[in-house]
């Protein structure tokens, strides 16, 4: 018999995030760090380590730009921060 391997996974992240206000003024709640690092990022990273190559992430309209910032910042940023010497920060989440 042989077994399909998933490689594709679906993250709901939805909503408002109204419970959380104020903080969701300026912050989708999948962004919001816990221990330092984004919800998002420990989602991602078991995700990865479970073999998924491929993942859509079902949201708000009004949350796109901030999750497609986190997920592919911009190169001008990128340049910025290892400009600085900064981006050693980042512990290889890029």
């Known amino acids: 018999e042989q077994r399909r391997k998933v ?6 992240a939805g909503g408002l995030g109204t419970r959380f206000l104020p903080g969701t003024l300026a912050l989708a ?7 330092g690092k984004p919800i998002m990022l420990y989602l991602l990273k078991d ?3 479970a073999g998924i190559t ?4 079902v949201g708000n309209k ?5 999750i497609k910032a986190f997920i ?6 990128l340049q910025k921060i290892e400009s600085e010497g900064k981006l050693a920060n980042l512990n ?3």
């Open 29 to 35: 709640k999948e962004l919001f760090p816990i221990m």
């Open 62 to 66: 009004l949350k796109e730009e901030s």
């Open 47 to 49: 995700l990865a380590g």
């Open 7 to 12: 490689k594709k996974a679906v993250i709901l």
């Open 54 to 57: 491929d993942v859509l992430i």
């Open 72 to 77: 592919n910042p911009s190169k001008d940023y």
């Open 92 to 94: 290889g989440q890029v």
